[in-house]
């Protein structure tokens, strides 16, 4: 099952295109990495998805539905199969971990407060904070504050996870844990789009990688091929400054 399609997406800001004619598709399960030099336009694609940035030109479908902003019924729940995780947590300072995570279906699901309760201590036993759910976030490492940002995404039940630089605000030792419950997520099958500087995790854990520079894909292959013996030679010059 197509999952997400996109075709000749553009997006501009002022007369500058960050976005230029993007052409790709995520199918069920797929764990997608999308690499590239610092202003090549990956975070902004990824904030198209889910239409945090308006598109300028082009297409975007999620599970063969497009991505309509004229609908706001239909972009409503559109949006809700989509879960994303930022670089810096976005927590709320003032709520309790577990607060943080029951927040999101409280407020746009119908099931009962037992049931989301229960459902958010499971995601918060999944991603190893279960000590941690009335702590506040000042309280915990950068770390954790991501994981229980998972964990939020995960609240809504979506079919498609956006990480955007999960890691990059992250001291070094850090980086693992976090890294460690996408593996986890991408075992079970979560479909997963990350735009991510972690080169070993776009290696071992994606099975298909889009470089992108200048508003473009320049390569998309699975990881082996892409990592061992580029097409393109925008992808070696930057591969061999990142490997």
């Known amino acids: 099952m197509i999952m997400v399609e996109v075709s000749k997406l553009t997006k501009k800001f002022g007369e500058h295109y960050v976005l230029k004619d993007i052409d790709f598709r995520v199918t069920k399960g797929d764990v997608v990495a999308i690499i590239g030099p610092s202003g090549a336009g990956k975070s902004t694609l990824l904030r198209c998805l889910n239409n ?3 598109k300028d030109g082009g297409e975007i479908k999620i599970e063969n539905e497009l ?6 019924k239909s972009l409503k729940r559109i949006k809700m199969k989509m879960g ?4 810096n947590f976005n927590l709320f300072p003032h709520m309790t971990v577990l607060k943080n995570v029951m927040i999101a279906p409280l407020k746009a699901k119908k099931d009962r407060k037992e049931i989301i309760l229960e459902r ?3 995601l918060l036993r999944k991603v190893g904070l279960e000590d941690k759910m009335n702590s506040y976030p000042s309280q915990l490492s950068g770390g954790q504050q991501q994981r229980v940002a998972i964990a939020r995404a995960l609240s809504m039940n979506p079919d498609i ?3 955007d630089e999960p890691t990059s605000a992250l001291d070094p030792e850090l980086v693992g844990e976090v890294l460690n419950v996408m593996k986890e997520l991408a075992e079970e099958g979560m479909t997963m789009i990350v735009v991510t500087h972690e080169m070993g995790f776009a290696k ?3 099975n298909k990688v889009l470089f992108m520079d200048g508003g473009k894909i320049i390569e998309e292959n699975e990881p082996i091929r892409l990592f061992t013996s580029p097409t393109k030679e925008r992808t070696k010059l930057f591969l061999e400054k990142v490997l």
Do not use: G, I, Y
Request: hydrophobic share 45%; no cysteine; aromatic share 10%.
């Open 161 to 163: 996870m956006l990480f």
């Open 204 to 206: 071992k854990v994606a």
């Open 120 to 122: 958010s201590k499971d």
């Open 67 to 72: 991505l309509n902003t004229q609908d706001k």
């Open 52 to 54: 945090l940035e308006k």
């Open 84 to 87: 994303m995780v930022f670089q």
